[in-house]
């Protein structure tokens, strides 16, 4: 038998029976940072609870567009004859029996008509093979003007433009979560004549499409459909560029290569076959949370203003794109410990394209986003996390991008009027976010309603607010900005004012500076989908003060290993509507709590956070089952923090200080070679070999760097992107005189 590949261990259908599965999460294809996602449907309407449910059994229909708040172009093949609009109409029953679900392709029987599906795709065009059998029409029903994923549609328009080949757009309305609407254009062509045109209509007036009967001379049909949100010739110019032929086979094989590179450039061997399905699921899953949002020919909609305006990405010497609008949604929130260090080890293109997008996006708009969508702001969740974001990319020589004005963007979104003003979904005013409590008292008050807003919780807006201007000081330090670097040092010790010593929690303070009763620390009152036990540690950037604060290091991991012990029986994990109830101490199924087991060995207790972070790897991230993980993926960060977790690297303030390190812990596997500087520098690595590797071995007995020994339990970055071997001795029970001493901790 042949050696498995990376893209082999990929399994897409992990994590799709979770309860709360989201519209942007889909099992069906896409290239790496794709724009085009095909898949297939089984509950085609709403944010949550929608889009491929594994426990579900009927398919509605096949989309291309699963994208933050964005969603289109829903097809089905079927044998029926036209009987109006409305999925329901030509649904399909399915069995997981005859399905395949791969990185990059996806194929099932419908059990009604007896179609055969495949899909594959390029970066903006999805291919279709469709079977049908021998009696019956070969249609095809595009049903454009239902509601689907997120969005209701305000618009939608199709009409044939050739013996083979139709083009329209579908235009998403406003949600709750987007204040703008936005057409996905599309142009879709088949590989044999249309015999039959019908306009799909509803008696209701909601349904408008097209109903196609194909010639049925041949049993296979292919069916190409490029989309853009640019317009209707964007799309077309998608299609003959990306997608000029009709080798559904080659397609697929190019596919999976792409993924396989991608993938490959993390190699893990060794460990349980498990734990190798897990890590590139994980991985795949990261690599597919960014999504392209311009055309081949780098022309992107800007509609930030409510207007759609379209605009030209910045050209390379040779004229063409200098970089893809490549579109982060609402994956930022937090993302420090989850994605920035992921993408900084092994996808530095990724993260520049990224950084690009968001300086882009400032020039456009007036302020770099926190949750893009489509050319428009969604102010999603709080703060500004985009500045951890970019500042670690600087900080680990992700520059080729324009810093000046990305550093004038996110002092931008510190000041009234930028992001540090606006809390979740604040289209309208600039008051949610308090910033001008946090500048002028040091914290922001609880207590406060913002109409059409939601997240406006001065607790979690303080501590947030402290860490990220902590992060834009370090920046500000390293461009020579000193006045800045004095300025944001000193707001990034705001949390203090927070830290309440009778109770030693971080506690929410009412207007007139008095504490907030009656104060539980369970309680998610005045904290942003977390709670005091959770947030109380959110300061990454100055652990040793709050080690301090919270009565030095002995009763600060004392009181941090109970509040592990207590949350072990529920696999510490607590789901968004249970929080409350669940009586959540630690909590790694959302991103606030995604750090603290690294928080021992800031305390001098490495050994606990080797035994704790294995534990939340198997318990809480460990599932290779369709029940997944945790509630909420985000768009690959929970993936990036369990991969991590699996490879024994994190960093508590994630790559943002001025010399990025990696904290860590035994990984699962007993090899792992890291592929350096992506595509621009090929065969220089960074080895991790393992001894003693084994599920019973979480804590590391003793490490090598390029031969010499290790008292410390952290490298450099620059010791990591330098290359070399890392080899970590693990074993079953702990070393505690490792990484304890004052110059062995991680640095301050």
Not at 155 to 164: E, H, I
């Amino acid at each position: 038998m042949s050696r498995r590949e990376p893209v082999d261990y990929v399994d897409p259908l992990i994590d799709s029976a979770k309860p709360r599965i989201r519209w942007v999460f889909s099992v069906g294809t896409a290239r790496p940072g794709g724009m085009v996602r095909p898949a297939a449907n089984t509950d085609p309407v709403g944010t949550w609870n929608s889009g491929y449910r594994y426990e579900s059994d009927t398919i509605a229909c096949l989309s291309h567009m699963h994208s933050w708040q964005l969603s289109g172009v829903p097809v089905m093949p079927t044998t029926k004859k036209n009987s109006g609009s409305g999925f329901e109409r030509y649904a399909s029953r399915f069995s997981h029996a005859v399905e395949t679900a791969e990185a990059g392709y996806y194929a099932v029987t419908l059990d009604g008509p007896g179609i055969g599906v495949e899909l594959t795709a390029t970066r903006r065009v999805g291919f279709h093979r469709y079977s049908f059998p021998a009696s019956g029409p070969h249609a095809v029903v595009f049903d454009l003007a239902r509601p689907l994923g997120p969005a209701a549609m305000s618009d939608a328009f199709v009409r044939l433009v050739g013996s083979a080949e139709i083009e329209g757009y579908v235009e998403n309305d406003v949600t709750t979560r987007r204040n703008t609407r936005v057409r996905v254009y599309f142009v879709a062509r088949f590989d044999r004549s249309i015999r039959r045109f019908d306009e799909l209509r509803a008696a209701d007036a909601d349904g408008f499409g097209a109903y196609i009967e194909l010639d049925t001379t041949r049993e296979i049909l292919l069916l190409k459909v490029a989309i853009s949100l640019t317009g209707i010739d964007g799309a077309r110019r998608n299609l003959e560029a990306e997608l000029p032929g009709w080798d559904f086979d080659a397609v697929r094989d190019e596919s999976r290569d792409e993924w396989n590179r991608a993938l490959g450039r993390i190699l893990v061997e060794g460990g349980a076959e498990e734990d190798r399905v897990k890590f590139y699921t994980d991985l795949f899953r990261v690599l597919s949370g960014p999504q392209t949002m311009s055309d081949v020919d780098g022309r992107y909609c800007h509609a930030s203003n409510g207007t759609a305006r379209i605009l030209d990405t910045e050209r390379d010497g040779s004229g063409r794109p200098a970089h893809p609008q490549l579109c982060g949604h609402d994956g930022f929130w937090n993302s420090q410990w989850s994605t920035n260090i992921v993408l900084g080890l092994a996808y530095p293109d990724v993260w520049r394209d990224q950084c690009r997008f968001l300086v882009d996006f400032y020039r456009d708009g007036g302020l770099i986003p926190r949750g893009p969508t489509a050319g428009s702001y969604s102010f999603v969740m709080i703060a500004a996390p985009t500045t951890p974001f970019i500042t670690a990319a600087y900080m680990k020589g992700i520059r080729d991008f324009d810093m000046e004005t990305a550093y004038e963007g996110m002092k931008r979104n510190t000041l009234p009027g930028g992001l540090m003003s606006k809390a979740g979904y604040e289209f309208d005013t600039c008051v949610g976010g308090g910033v001008e409590y946090y500048i002028e008292r040091g914290y922001i008050p609880e207590g406060r309603a913002v109409e059409g807003a939601i997240h406006v919780d001065g607790a979690s807006q303080t501590l947030e607010y402290a860490f990220q201007d902590w992060a834009l000081a370090q920046l500000a330090a390293e461009l020579g900005y000193r006045d800045d670097f004095e300025t944001y040092s000193h707001r990034a010790r705001n949390y203090r004012n927070l830290f309440d010593p009778q109770t030693g929690f971080m506690r929410p303070r009412r207007l007139d500076g008095s504490w907030f009763e009656p104060f539980d620390p369970l309680s998610l009152h005045d904290f942003c989908e977390a709670n005091s036990w959770q947030y109380s540690f959110h300061v990454p950037h100055d652990g040793q003060s709050l080690i301090t604060l919270m009565g030095g290091r002995d009763r600060f991991v004392r009181r941090l290993d109970e509040a592990f012990e207590l949350s072990e029986p529920t696999d510490f994990y607590a789901a968004k509507p249970a929080l409350e109830r669940d009586r959540a101490y630690v909590n790694y199924g959302n991103e606030p709590g995604r750090f603290v087991a690294h928080l021992f060995a800031h305390a001098g207790a490495p050994w606990l956070t080797q035994k704790w972070s294995r534990l939340v790897k198997r318990k809480t991230f460990g599932s290779v089952s369709p029940m997944g993980f945790c509630e909420d993926d985000d768009i690959g960060k929970a993936a990036a923090t369990s991969l991590l977790l699996s490879i024994g690297l994190f960093d508590v303030r994630g790559g943002a200080s001025r010399d990025p390190v990696y904290e860590l812990t035994a990984p699962v596997f007993e090899k792992v070679t890291i592929a350096l500087g992506g595509r621009r520098r090929p065969g220089k690595t960074f080895v991790m070999e393992v001894a003693g590797n084994a599920a019973e071995h979480p804590y590391v007995r003793s490490v090598e760097l390029n031969g010499k020994p290790l008292s410390r339990l952290w490298i450099f970055h620059r010791e990591l992107a330098a290359g070399g071997t890392l080899r970590i001795t693990v074993g079953a029970e702990p070393c505690r005189s490792m990484g304890t001493a004052d110059r062995d901790l991680p640095p301050r």
